[in-house]
């Protein structure tokens, strides 16, 4: 059977045998690929609710492209499939209760007849949606709740911490959620919140017609599912400890994180710092335990890696050079890290305090030896601190997202990634 | 007043036991994985009724702890030492799953009816952060009340023997109250405390039963939630 890879990737290759020392790791893990034979027809069923905000915000182009892409979705899936769509402002609406897709036709002449309304009653369309996914709940498909919104939840439960909680609960029941915010409006927090809390995807669309190749990339990304509610325990031996994560990872029980889903052909990287005492010749320095539920199967599977490397004088461990390639994943973790720091900055008021920490980060990150991911975070840096300027709200929704890419699947654009 | 007494002692087919673990499973158990169990010796080997094999309340409590431990993720050969234990302590290792919840240990398999029933408790308290819900009721009383409905549909009242075809009511004492105790069936009580009177034979008395028996009904489908 095939099995995801971990691997440890420390900056240096070895630890001090004289005295305490820092230890920089990146574990990397790589699920394995789509077997080749792997066609669409052997991909698992999906088991979806699209739940589409019709609030008055959304009315006109929004909309229009929303019904547009959720046509497109209806499209693309097969009779083995099932969707259901639901809309919501201050009322919840099922346009089309969950069934099989085996002719687009029906979903599509319903999908025209959504027009924009009133407010955002988004937790009561989010509870709709996932009712009818769960209603037809199957443990061998991906079930799933797609939840596009433009707006701030302003009807029926608002609060983002008991949304989350509520969301993490179906999670454990088998029924993830994905969170698209549409636009300038909508409120990242709870968005981003949502999907990490339904161990689902989020997405930040600037502009509704990107809706397609959202839809398309999260139909992908279902379909290459290797693993699920994923997490990853820690355990340092012999005196090591764990000193720092950077990724912003949401705690599970037992001293545990949660991962985003394993996918086909998508490495996850995590960063570590840990301290260690003055270390003897093949002691172990940290166990690592992944451990995930694979699509169609009830069984959590695990994979456990045991951390060994060689000692050596403190002295000639300063004479080891960096991995560059550690060293450029470390940075960008920490980046992302960061960011969070700006915009507590910014929610204090503090946009100069916010710009400074910006341009500090951006200082520190052109320092290294260029390469094409850096010139792209460095791209990415500098449009947040013009943004700081012109558009301080929008400026604090991308470093949201872009914050949250160490511990979530973040869907990002394919004229971002260029 | 009514109460029904569930004893451990239902025999069920193979059939009936997978439908009744998995009621309190909330999941589709299947023969093979029955069989599976009894050649590694998770699950005693059945007993034999002519050619098809027979299994009770230990064989229950087994299925159902090794089911509810492996969705935890324990390897089959963790929970091996588990089965061997005497039935009074493979119900308390149940009443501590329970007991642990949803939020402790997630189960991984989710079912749809534990997420359907999740959302529409969630309906009724739309401001309780209480993320976990579940059910009060122990896997060990469920399947105690589980048991007494097989052990109904097991013996159908044609076939029970003449000594539990006892036509009239023995009475007992219970709290200084006096209750009248009827046996339906093998392991079925029914106890009706004296100050109760019944209607007269009739309609009416046809209308207080059918009362009553929706009434179980009730709390059967209560008892294998």
């Known amino acids: 059977m095939t099995r995801p890879t971990l691997r440890f990737r420390p900056l240096r290759p070895a630890v001090a045998s004289d005295r305490p020392s820092t230890l920089d790791l990146l574990l990397t893990i790589t699920p394995p690929p789509l077997p080749a034979a792997a066609s669409l027809r052997e991909r698992p069923p999906l088991n979806l609710a699209l739940v589409i905000d019709r609030s008055g915000s959304m009315g006109g182009t929004k909309l229009s492209y929303a019904r547009k892409a959720a046509r497109f979705l209806a499209g693309e899936l097969t009779g083995r499939d099932r969707l259901a769509i639901v809309s919501f402002d201050n009322e919840v609406q099922i346009v089309v209760p969950l069934r099989p897709v085996a002719d687009p036709q029906p979903f599509i002449a319903a999908i025209n007849t959504i027009h924009s309304g009133g407010s955002t009653a988004l937790f009561d369309g989010w509870r709709a949606g996932a009712t009818q996914v769960a209603e037809h709940l199957d443990p061998a498909a991906m079930n799933r709740v797609l939840l596009l919104s433009d707006g701030q939840a302003n009807h029926g439960l608002t609060d983002t911490d008991q949304i989350a909680a509520k969301v993490a609960g179906l999670t454990q029941r088998g029924i993830s959620t994905s969170a698209f915010g549409l636009g300038d409006d909508f409120d990242e927090d709870l968005m981003g919140a949502m999907a990490a809390a339904g161990d689902g995807t989020l997405a930040h669309i600037e502009t509704p017609s990107q809706l397609a190749d959202l839809y398309a990339s999260e139909l992908q990304g279902l379909t290459s599912t290797f693993g699920r509610r994923v997490s990853l325990g820690l355990r340092g031996k012999h005196g090591a400890e764990v000193v720092d994560l950077l990724n912003d990872l949401t705690p599970t029980g037992a001293g545990n994180h949660q991962l985003p889903n394993l996918r086909a052909g998508q490495e996850l990287n995590v960063g570590l710092q840990l301290e260690l005492p003055a270390w003897s010749p093949n002691q172990e320095i940290l166990s690592v335990r992944l451990a995930w539920e694979a699509p169609g199967s009830g069984d959590r599977q695990s994979l456990i890696e045991h951390l060994h490397l060689p000692v050596m004088e403190s002295e000639e461990l300063k004479q080891l050079e960096p991995d560059d390639a550690v060293a450029e994943q470390l940075a960008l973790l920490r980046a992302n890290r960061e960011r969070r720091r700006v915009i507590t900055e910014l929610d204090r008021g503090d946009v100069l305090s916010a710009s400074a920490s910006l341009g500090k980060l951006f200082g520190d990150l052109s320092a290294m030896p260029a390469t094409p991911r850096l010139t792209r975070e460095l791209n990415l840096l500098s449009d947040k601190l013009a943004l700081l300027k012109s558009d301080p709200n929008r400026s604090r929704k991308n470093l949201r997202r872009e914050s949250q890419r160490s511990s979530l699947n973040v869907w990002e654009s394919d004229d971002e990634q260029t | ?225």
């Not at chain 2, 309190?24 to 034999?48: F, H, M, N």
């Not at chain 2, 997630?106 to 309906?123: I, M, W």
């Not at chain 2, 097989?150 to 009239?168: A, F, H, I, Q, V």
């Open chain 2, 1 to 225: 007043m009514v109460k029904v007494f569930a004893p451990a002692d239902a025999l069920y087919g193979l059939e009936e036991l997978l439908l009744v673990a998995g009621k309190l499973l909330d999941e589709e158990i299947s023969p093979r994985t029955v069989r599976l169990y009894a050649t590694q010796g998770l699950i005693d080997r059945p007993g034999k009724e002519g050619r098809s094999a027979v299994y009770g309340h230990r064989h229950l409590l087994q299925l159902v702890l090794v089911r509810a431990l492996a969705r935890r993720g324990l390897s089959l050969s963790a929970i091996a030492p588990f089965c061997v234990l005497a039935d009074a302590d493979l119900e308390q290792q149940l009443e501590q799953l329970d007991g642990e919840g949803a939020a402790a240990a997630a189960p991984s398999v989710a079912t749809g009816n534990e997420a359907l029933r999740y959302l529409r408790d969630l309906s009724g308290t739309s401001d309780d952060a209480d993320a976990a819900g579940g059910d009060s009721l122990s896997f060990a009383r469920k399947a105690a009340a589980m048991g007494s409905v097989l052990g109904m549909l097991n013996k159908p009242l044609s076939s029970r023997s003449r000594s539990d075809r006892t036509p009239t009511g023995s009475r007992s004492s219970d709290n200084g109250s006096r209750w009248l105790r009827f046996t339906l069936a093998p392991g079925i009580e029914v106890h009706v405390r004296d100050s109760v009177l019944p209607p007269p034979a009739g309609p009416r008395r046809q209308q207080w039963l059918q009362h009553l028996l929706d009434r179980l009904n009730a709390l059967l489908d209560d008892a294998s939630r």
